[in-house]
């Protein structure tokens, strides 16, 4: 969890123990690994249908389904045409 300093104020990508990809500026987190997001956006992806992002805004994990956290290249994130992405 002390790593999770280090990604203070920037992007990152959320899994959750659900399965759920979230993304979003790290504003804060802690000791039980809660974490606050803001710009959060949720990407569903489908094996047939074009990758949705469904806007969270504010948004706040709790720790327990936090499975994984990683900070994000924004550079190569914005050259991705995640309406192009599907799962298949």
Known sequence: ???LKTFLQ???K???????LIVGKLE???QSTNIILTGAVERIFDPVEATQE????????RGDSVVCVGLID???ENQIDWSQVSWS
């Open 1 to 3: 969890m002390s790593g």
């Open 10 to 12: 920037q992007k990152v």
């Open 14 to 20: 959320v899994v959750t123990g659900d399965g759920r």
């Open 28 to 30: 804060g987190f802690d």
């Open 54 to 61: 469904l806007e969270l805004g504010l948004y706040v994990l």
């Open 74 to 76: 924004e550079e190569v």
